[in-house]
């Protein structure tokens, strides 16, 4: 473990913060005299993630430990993905349309869609959710549009598109 906030009590209370990538976006939620010993951490960032422990020491408890320990888990939104093809666009052929992000957390989700005018939304087995791809078999002309691809996790989404002319 890493000491990230001290509270060393004294005629003065000095609150010391230690030297981590954290120093200049943590401390004290109150004052220290308030007894609620609550931090906060500005600018979360993914590695920011992990357990965090709080302890007190009570001068006249020392039989007691005072710990509490937390998880903290930073989301990430998932970053703009991108969208391919897979396969020649010819009548009758199949192709795989592929949508992946190359940041997230958790792992994004992936749907895709055609726009209008032919609004279609698809399901497995021809989309797979879980790696991104959609399989379109059969090709005819009508098939032909814009695809959309929507990459999603409780943080956030992004789209990406991709044209196919069969």
């Given at each position: 473990p890493v000491q990230i906030l001290a509270y060393l009590p004294g005629r003065d209370g000095v609150v010391k913060v230690e030297e981590t990538?954290?120093?200049?976006?943590?401390?004290?939620?109150?004052?220290?005299?308030?007894?609620?010993?609550?931090?906060?951490?500005?600018?979360?960032?993914?590695?920011?993630?992990g357990?965090?422990?709080?302890?007190?020491?009570?001068?006249?408890?020392r039989?007691?430990?005072?710990?509490?320990?937390?998880?903290?888990?930073?989301l990430v939104p998932p970053?703009?993905?991108t969208c391919?093809?897979?396969?020649?666009?010819?009548v009758g052929a199949n192709v795989t349309l592929s949508c992946s992000s190359k940041k997230g957390k958790p792992s994004p989700t992936y749907q895709w869609q055609r726009e209008p005018p032919t609004l279609q939304v698809f399901f497995p087995p021809a989309q797979d959710r879980a790696?991104?791809?959609?399989k379109l078999t059969n090709l005819s002309l009508?098939?032909?549009?814009?695809?959309?691809c929507r990459?999603?996790?409780?943080?956030?989404?992004?789209?990406?598109?991709?044209?196919?002319?069969?």
């Open positions: 990538d954290l120093k200049p976006r943590t401390g004290f939620l109150y004052s220290v005299s308030t007894r609620n010993i609550s931090m906060f951490i500005n600018a979360t960032r993914e590695q920011d993630s357990q965090y422990m709080c302890t007190v020491s009570v001068v006249d408890d039989l007691e430990k005072n710990i509490g320990i937390i998880n903290l888990t930073v970053a703009a993905p391919r093809l897979h396969g020649s666009a010819v790696r991104g791809t959609l009508e098939m032909s549009g814009v695809y959309v990459a999603e996790n409780q943080a956030g989404s992004k789209n990406c598109s991709i044209v196919l002319e069969v």
